[in-house]
């Protein structure tokens, strides 16, 4: 009673059940449509609502800017809590606070920096060449270079490009490739990494009392006796793969490692002094978990969703190929500078993927510090839980007209010579204030450029190179797929990626097929 009285959340609205327990966003959590309910609760509540009895869900740009400002009176929310504890208590970069945070980022900011991107490019484009002529080595049945029929048979791209990605996150980070993409013996990877988020995102939903015991149990050795086998093996993967690294650094002089070009965590790591202290070699093992999902799933779900959806749109696709192929002469020219980053429909296009599936879709939830602060004029006293559920703000038609369709050129000033305006209602400042795929202030996406040049070098590439269309068999081709009108509400269109929110999104299919030009 005294949650839906005296509460000080009492007057928010939401679902009176919601109001009352956490169990049914903890229930929502574990199905990983939470994304999906968030939105469907801002649909019947209006912008700000009580989706637990301590937690608040808000879906509007001043939300959005306030709660996830550099300066805002907030710290990680208790999700970041059991992130914490599946660690072994290790704090890594997006756990941390205050100073501990600033000094981590800063080192980690380092990598990709402008430098730092120059030097990971050549490696990005090498791995991505790799991985084409794998995935486009078997031609589909009946398929005959000689007789003009060449396209490959179908390949699942959500299954495939976290092969990818995982290798380039391992070479440019940890300097050593996994060849996921050749070889199997490490192709357990993408499914532990999914393993681990999953089972971290259920137990941080669960009701405040629970998590906490389960957090203590989470820090156990006994949890190697429930823990499936692969996050076992990510465990002793990633110990086993620093150890390695750090012997390799700790044989060369600092100097050596620098002329050489290592600019990987582990070389960033070493102190003012170019040592590699025990403390050090203890944070690389606790940022590694972090950095290898972060920079894996995220960007392979962000690859799939734009090839569901430049399959899916022809006409988007056309334009792409046109802009693309007409801008170089040969696949060699295709790196960062003016060029590439002219491209301005590809980058339309990897925008509106993020916006419409997000590869971090959910509620990045903040707990209010003492003091409270006030959001869209209320005020939230301390302990409260904030946050502004990224898929939510990108499908308000406040913010959106028409949020359900592709539209890369809500995004673009001008589009095909006419003023933007003349074709379609949307203002891209607007757009733009509510995009919220890499979050934003002090826990904002450290890898954000890095991300932009990876899927900005793979389509460029793949495009200039080769036809593609989505499978001609009919059960593949709607793999990734809304689920039509006798769907769940909000994930009914066919057209639209869908994705699971797991705190990082995973989504199925879809199935291309790849012709050389
Ligand atoms: C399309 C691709 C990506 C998306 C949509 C994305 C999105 C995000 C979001 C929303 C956050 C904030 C999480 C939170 O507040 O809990 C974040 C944080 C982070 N991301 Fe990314 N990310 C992407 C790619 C990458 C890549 C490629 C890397 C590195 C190789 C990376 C490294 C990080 C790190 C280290 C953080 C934590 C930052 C901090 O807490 O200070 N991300 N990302």
């Not at 002094?273 to 920079?295: M, N, P, Q």
């Not at 009919?474 to 639209?496: C, F, L, M, N």
Request: glycine residues 8%; aromatic residues 10%.
């Amino acid at each position: 009673i005294y949650r839906i009285t005296l509460h000080p959340l009492s007057k928010i609205p939401g679902p009176l059940l919601n109001c009352i327990s956490s169990w049914p966003d903890f229930f929502s959590a574990a199905s990983g449509d939470r994304h999906v309910r968030l939105w469907q609760l801002h649909e019947i509540y209006g912008p700000t609502v009580r989706i637990a009895p301590n937690r608040v869900s808000t879906n509007t740009i001043a939300a959005f800017k306030s709660i996830y400002d550099a300066r805002a009176n907030v710290q990680q929310g208790p999700l970041y809590r059991t992130f914490i504890a599946s660690n072994r208590g290790r704090v890594d970069l997006l756990d941390s606070e205050g100073e501990v945070h600033s000094r981590k980022r800063k080192i980690i900011s380092r990598a990709f920096s402008e430098k730092g991107l120059r030097l990971k490019e050549d490696s990005i484009i090498e791995h991505q060449n790799t991985w084409l002529e794998e995935v486009t080595k078997t031609l589909q049945d009946g398929g005959d270079h000689e007789a003009g029929h060449m396209w490959t048979a179908p390949v699942n791209m959500s299954e495939w490009l976290p092969y990818l990605t995982t290798d380039i996150v391992g070479e440019v980070g940890f300097g050593k490739s996994f060849e996921l993409t050749t070889n199997k013996r490490f192709r357990f990877l993408p499914q532990a990494f999914k393993g681990l988020v999953t089972t971290n995102f259920m137990v941080g939903h669960l009701p405040p009392t629970l998590q906490s015991g389960l957090n203590s149990v989470l820090k156990s050795p006994i949890m190697s006796l429930v823990i499936p086998p692969e996050v076992l093996n990510f465990d002793k993967f990633t110990n086993e793969l620093i150890s390695e690294r750090v012997a390799q650094e700790l044989s060369e002089s600092p100097a050596t490692a620098f002329e050489k070009g290592n600019d990987d965590f582990v070389t960033l790591f070493r102190d003012e002094d170019g040592g590699l202290s025990t403390s050090s070699i203890d944070e690389i093992k606790s940022e590694a978990t972090t950095l290898l999902v972060a920079g894996s799933d995220t960007v392979s779900t962000a690859i799939s969703g734009l090839l569901f959806y430049l399959t899916h749109n022809p006409r988007c696709l056309e334009k792409l190929n046109v802009e693309i192929r007409s801008r170089f002469s040969t696949v060699v020219d295709i790196r960062r500078g003016y060029e590439l980053s002219g491209a301005k429909y590809l980058r339309a296009c990897i925008d509106e993927t993020l916006r419409m599936s997000p590869p971090t879709p959910g509620y990045l939830g903040r707990s209010v510090l003492e003091g409270g602060i006030t959001i869209d004029g209320q005020y939230f006293p301390a302990g409260v839980e904030l946050g502004a559920p990224v898929y939510a703000l990108h499908h308000n038609s406040d913010y959106y007209p028409r949020p359900n369709d592709f539209l890369p050129e809500r995004w673009l000033q001008e589009i095909d010579g006419k003023p933007r305006a003349e074709v379609i209602s949307q203002d891209p400042a607007l757009a733009r204030a509510a995009f919220a795929a890499f979050s934003t202030g002090r826990h904002g996406c450290a890898g954000k450029e890095f991300a932009y040049l990876e899927i900005t070098l793979f389509i460029a590439r793949l495009v200039y190179q080769y036809n593609i269309q989505l499978a001609d068999d009919e059960k593949k081709r709607s793999v990734g797929e809304g689920q039509g009108p006798y769907g769940p509400w909000g994930s009914r269109i066919r057209g639209h990626f869908q994705i699971q929110d797991h705190f990082t999104g995973n989504g199925y299919g879809p199935w291309i097929q790849f012709r050389r030009r």
